[in-house]
């Protein structure tokens, strides 16, 4: 069975501080990892998305993420945050094959102060 | 957004009750899905369908069925609704790529 953890539940930052947030999966075969954002009060909406290839991919927003196969790891990056990212972020993964359910992981909130 | 729409949006019903939630996607996906979101818990998928009529259970489906009888519309019901059912309802949809796109939710309170 698939399983995603984010390491950070809450995490605070000041404008134009850097941001990565954790992300790590478990499962045996070949994935697609996801970045999904769920700005307050809104849905979820899709921020970046691996599938093969260059394992660092780019998202809307500046939002970057790195693919690290052997650490099972799929962290997000922004280099300087805005109160504008103030949102619940959250990683999921699913296999490429199937009925393409997804498994997300509990989220991360982040907080940015102006 | 893949032209979701949920409905209603919001909704306050008594414990005991049957309540319906409707979901419905313009885009003729195959995928969808039914997701309840809690804080602390994340996402957690209740059903999703593969196709009209074809359904099946995700983690928490107890207490919850489904219905899809054309290709545009994923129907919730809680057959008596308890309070553990107050949450956000999230459709959501599967894109040929596979991420999802999520309709705009349904605020439920069990009271």
């Known amino acids: ?114 | 957004d893949a032209g979701i729409t949920q409905s209603p949006r919001h909704k306050v019903t008594e414990t005991g009750t049957p309540v319906t939630l409707r979901c419905h996607q313009t885009e003729n996906h195959r995928y969808m899905y039914w997701y309840r979101q809690d804080p602390g818990h994340g996402l957690r998928l209740i059903h999703y369908s593969y196709g009209v009529k074809d359904t099946d259970k995700g983690e928490v489906s107890d207490g919850y069925s489904v219905s899809r009888s054309k290709t545009e519309d994923f129907l919730l019901t809680l057959e008596s609704a308890t309070s553990s059912q107050t949450s956000v309802y999230f459709c959501a949809v599967r894109a040929p790529e596979g991420e999802q796109y999520f309709g705009p939710g349904t605020r439920l309170t069990v009271t």
């Not at chain 1, 300087?80 to 989220?107: H, R």
């Open chain 1, 1 to 114: 069975a698939q399983s995603v953890s984010q390491h950070n539940h809450h995490v605070i930052l000041s404008e134009a501080a850097s941001l990565e947030l954790g992300c790590n999966y478990s499962y045996g075969g070949t994935v697609n990892l996801f970045w999904y954002v769920q700005y307050p009060g809104q849905h979820l909406q899709l921020l970046l998305k691996y599938f093969s290839g260059d394992p660092l991919v780019k998202g809307i927003k500046g939002f970057e993420a790195e693919f690290i196969k052997s650490k099972f790891s799929f962290n997000l990056r922004k280099p300087s945050v805005q109160w504008s990212d103030t949102a619940e972020y959250f990683c999921a993964v699913n296999s490429p094959s199937g009925a393409g359910k997804s498994t997300f992981g509990d989220g991360t909130t982040l907080t940015v102060k102006p």
